[in-house]
């Protein structure tokens, strides 16, 4: 009698960046798909100390190979390099049918692209979820986007010559890969992030009429350092809401942020949380009445996906996915405009109708992310070449 032998695949975490901040966008759609497969290949994950201890929660089954304790000393880029050279060699005692780069990070990428170059047989799929926006409008220090934007750039080049499967989870990020950086169009597949809708629906808390949750990574990007300027704003129109800031990130951000809100004396109806475990998150997001997210980039935009499953509908910038994400359910403001951010979140707050509608759109705008579709999807690549 046969044996089915499982297909063994390399899932290479090697770019996960913790730091108090929380799990991002990415790294949450490889937890969630992965946990949804182990049972049906034999899985190698390769990551940092603080990978092997999120994603242990979920995959249980997989083998762990971690990255040894003394890489995590010096500045991000000295930690991706040293990560990527142990990976390079580490893959290279192993054979594989599939090589997965969750992220197009180089510590990700450039061990992968070595790998398929000495082992054309292997198939490799590699994620791009996000193309950097211009580094000099960028949000944050300009020397350090523009060292990632070049270094991204070069992770484009390896992923175009030699992966066979490039995932991205939206159209626009598909368009512009395959026209700006020549990619090869056939070999783009679109597949979303997605929810665990049961998990949010069991979620059980009392609404707050006048409470307000921003929920994301305390970087630059998220838009962070112009939530005092939105706030006082609202504050303004409507003394009594409050607005509650959840999320991890540098002791040297968190007391930025705090000192953003201190010079414009909004302390009072402001809390600055901090990261919390899903789910104390969850249920002060399901508490509110409405969510803020003045994000300048996203790939999708997972941490509105979450507010929607917990019927939640949100104050956004008018980014161009998410016409194609979230085409309900938001309240959209021109990209930097505070003032017009701050007054739909005011008229959003008074307009109790007008909110319920939105809360009833994004509901039904969230049903089609569920992570168990998106995981057969993704197994789908794996089968074939």
Not at 107 to 127: E, G
Request: proline share 4%; hydrophobic share 40%; charged share 25%.
């Amino acid at each position: 009698m046969s044996t089915y032998k499982k297909k063994k695949i390399a899932l290479l975490i090697n770019a996960f960046w913790n730091s108090g901040a929380g799990i991002s966008g990415g790294d949450q759609r490889a937890m969630q798909i992965f946990c949804r497969l182990e049972k049906k290949f034999d899985i190698d994950i390769y990551t940092s100390a603080d990978g092997k201890k999120v994603f242990n929660k979920e995959i249980k089954s997989a083998k762990y190979i971690v990255s040894p304790q003394e890489f995590e000393k010096g500045n991000v880029l000295l930690r991706y390099w040293r990560r990527s050279n142990w990976l390079t060699g580490k893959l290279a005692e192993k054979k594989y049918s599939v090589i997965y780069s969750s992220s197009d990070f180089f510590p990700d990428v450039t061990p992968a692209h070595v790998y398929k170059k000495n082992n054309p047989r292997v198939l490799w799929v590699s994620c791009v979820f996000h193309i950097y926006p211009n580094w000099r409008k960028r949000p944050g220090n300009k020397f350090i986007n523009l060292i990632g934007t070049r270094i991204q750039i070069e992770s484009f080049k390896k992923i175009r010559s030699l992966a066979d499967k490039v995932v991205n989870i939206n159209y626009q990020v598909r368009d512009e890969l395959a026209g700006k950086y020549k990619f090869d169009k056939q070999k783009i597949i679109v597949n979303p992030c997605g929810i665990d809708l049961k998990y949010f629906e069991n979620i059980k808390a009392k609404k707050q009429p006048l409470q307000v949750c921003f929920i994301a990574r305390l970087v630059p990007s998220k838009g962070i350092f112009d939530l005092a300027d939105i706030w006082s704003q609202v504050a303004k129109k409507m003394p009594t809401a409050k607005l509650k800031i959840i999320g991890g990130g540098s002791e040297e951000i968190k007391q930025k942020l705090r000192s953003s809100f201190e010079r414009s004396e909004l302390c009072k109806n402001v809390e600055i949380l901090g990261f919390l475990e899903n789910d104390k998150a969850y249920k002060i997001l399901k508490g509110s009445a409405l969510f803020i997210f003045p994000s300048y980039e996203e790939g999708f935009g997972i941490a509105i996906a979450e507010a929607f499953a917990c019927g939640v509908p949100a104050v956004t910038w008018d980014l161009p996915v998410y016409k194609e994400v979230f085409p309900k359910g938001l309240a959209i403001a021109k990209i930097g405009d505070t003032g017009s951010f701050a007054k739909n979140v005011s008229g959003l707050l008074s307009d109790k109708k007008k909110l319920f509608r939105l809360a009833v759109e994004a509901l039904d705008v969230v049903q089609k992310y569920d992570w168990d579709g998106i995981a057969k999807t993704e197994m789908s690549f794996f089968i074939t070449k």
